[in-house]
């Protein structure tokens, strides 16, 4: 086959499939003139010094801890009050309490130990699609949350 059927073929199959490809008309495909969809709001973040803060003023916010079982379980601590859920069961867990009953309006922090926060990006995220307007994503997570010698607490045994 020569390259200008193979590239003929292409373009044909992607102006079926809608991927995107210009036609020979020149008009786009109708992938690409669907309306704008509403862009999800970004992810704020917090300090671990605005949060230390927040938490000895005793101001009203939820901190959900979602590090990886491993790293949970080999740190004798967690952030003052956190309560520690496993990403993968987030979502099925906010049917439950303590998580069901969290008002939809109130500060919600998150918080993990990887190094750029994505898990608890992922973890805001998905607080934010089920419906919580103010959640933000403690930057540097756990670790920053050490180094400025914030407050912790014991976890439970076993967990």
């Known amino acids: 086959m020569t390259i ?16 995107g490809i210009i036609g020979a008309s020149g008009l786009p ?10 862009k999800t709001p970004e992810i704020e973040s917090i300090t671990a010094d605005e949060l230390k ?5 005793k101001e009203p916010l939820t901190i959900i801890d979602v590090r990886a079982s491993d790293s949970y379980a080999s740190s004798e601590d967690k952030i003052d009050g956190a309560i520690f859920v496993r990403f993968r069961r987030l ?8 998580l069901k009953d969290i008002p939809r309006e109130q500060e919600v922090v998150t918080y993990c ?27 540097g997570g756990w670790h920053a949350w050490l180094k ?12």
């Not at 200008?4 to 991927?19: M, P, Q, Y």
């Not at 495909?29 to 969809?37: G, I, L, V």
Request: hydrophobic content about 35%; charged content about 20%.
């Open 4 to 19: 200008t059927k193979l590239r003929s073929l292409w373009v044909g199959l992607g102006i079926c499939f809608g991927v």
């Open 29 to 38: 495909t109708s992938a690409q003139t669907q309306p704008d969809q509403p």
């Open 53 to 57: 803060a927040k938490v000895a003023k």
């Open 91 to 98: 979502r099925s867990r906010l049917a439950v309490p303590p």
């Open 113 to 139: 130990a990887c190094p750029n926060e994505e898990t608890s990006t992922r973890a805001a995220q998905i607080l934010m699609d089920a419906g919580f307007q103010r959640v933000r994503v403690l930057k």
């Open 148 to 159: 400025a010698n914030s407050p912790a607490e014991s976890k439970p045994k076993g967990l």
